[in-house]
């Protein structure tokens, strides 16, 4: 990943320099810049120097923002885990009931229904949900506000006001994800032995439904929560630039802009790091969930 990004960015047209320079800087000034800034070496004496950085701690110095790179990742960190976190909860809260009761009742209303919902939130775009959302819920109900954010240590019922639309928003296409595989693996788990022998007990079929069916398929529905990271990461970009959300996906969105490398290359190490754990937690939860993986 380091040598991809390292190798992507510098390929992309733009020249920071050239962009800290300004429109009025003249060739010597650019020069002067590129020298300073250490991109008149070669690109694999660059890539040396930076991974060797990156393998003590040290992820640069932004060229934009003239501060450390980790210290503008920490700055921003708070509005992004908020935002991600109440997405991944009420996407988890509201997609895994819903699919389970869709294969409860397959081939019924909720099902069809939850399969509509699913084809349109992986349709829909991110940023369309949330000017939708935007025109609806705050400009004609004025119900919640339709940008910033307020961090709780100032004031938590304005933090929780100001994260229920970006939240919703961001949880459109996770709870499309959520639910679909939900409801596939609850299905699958419906047609087995076991189900048969619990319903000729005579357990109600609720019980049935939650304690065996959704127990059972809670190994594929993991592994999705975890996949779909992936998903979340990207939308946080999209959300937080339309949402005015000061947090790390609106710093990658300025940081491309200006061509600020140390900053685009230290944001992109870090959700692939994040992505990486979130995916180790969820395969060793596999063994809580299904007691058997661990013979």
């Known amino acids: 990943m380091a040598v991809l990004v390292f190798l992507l960015l510098r390929l992309t047209p733009g020249d920071?320099?050239?962009?800290?320079?300004?429109?009025?800087?003249?060739?010597?000034?650019?020069?002067?810049?590129?020298?300073?800034?250490?991109?008149?070496?070669?690109?694999?004496?660059?890539?040396?120097?930076?991974?060797?950085?990156?393998?003590?701690?040290?992820?640069?110095?932004?060229f934009y923002y003239r501060i450390d790179v980790a210290t503008l990742i920490a700055q921003r960190l708070e509005p992004t885990c908020a935002l991600a976190l109440?997405?991944?909860?009420?996407?988890?809260?509201?997609a895994i009931p819903l699919g389970a009761l869709a294969a409860w009742r397959h081939g019924g209303?909720?099902?069809?229904?939850?399969?509509?919902?699913?084809?349109?939130?992986?349709?829909?775009?991110?940023?369309v949900v949330a000017y939708i959302l935007i025109w609806l819920v705050s400009l004609k109900l004025g119900w919640l506000p339709a940008q910033g954010y307020v961090r709780i240590s100032e004031s938590?019922?304005?933090?929780?006001?100001?994260?229920?639309?970006p939240s919703i928003t961001l949880s459109?296409?996770?709870?499309?994800?959520?639910?679909?595989?939900?409801?596939?693996?609850?299905?699958?788990?419906?047609?087995?032995?076991?189900?048969?022998?619990?319903?000729?007990?005579?357990?109600?079929?609720l019980?049935?439904?939650?304690?065996?069916?959704?127990?059972?398929?809670?190994?594929?529905i993991a592994t999705v929560i975890g996949i779909g990271v992936a998903l979340l990461i990207g939308?946080?970009?999209?959300?937080?630039?339309?949402?005015a959300i000061p947090g790390l996906g609106r710093l990658t969105v300025d940081a491309v802009l200006a061509r600020d490398f140390p900053t685009v290359q230290?944001?992109?190490?870090?959700?692939?790091f994040v992505y990486v754990m979130v995916n180790l937690l969820v395969d060793l939860s596999y063994v809580f969930l299904d007691p058997r993986i661990r013979y």
């Open 16 to 62: 920071p320099a050239a962009i800290l320079a300004g429109d009025a800087a003249t060739a010597d000034n650019i020069a002067a810049i590129r020298a300073s800034l250490g991109l008149d070496r070669p690109l694999v004496v660059q890539f040396g120097i930076w991974l060797g950085k990156v393998l003590t701690g040290d992820l640069g110095q932004s």
């Open 86 to 94: 109440a997405t991944l909860a009420i996407a988890v809260l509201v």
């Open 109 to 127: 209303w909720l099902d069809r229904a939850l399969m509509a919902f699913s084809v349109t939130g992986f349709s829909v775009p991110v940023f």
């Open 156 to 165: 938590v019922p304005q933090f929780i006001l100001h994260l229920v639309l």
């Open 172 to 205: 459109f296409i996770y709870i499309a994800l959520i639910a679909r595989v939900t409801r596939a693996s609850v299905l699958e788990a419906l047609g087995e032995d076991y189900i048969r022998t619990a319903r000729a007990k005579g357990l109600p079929e």
């Open 207 to 220: 019980r049935v439904l939650w304690r065996h069916a959704l127990a059972n398929a809670a190994v594929p």
């Open 235 to 243: 939308g946080v970009v999209v959300t937080e630039s339309v949402y």
């Open 266 to 272: 230290g944001l992109i190490l870090f959700f692939s």
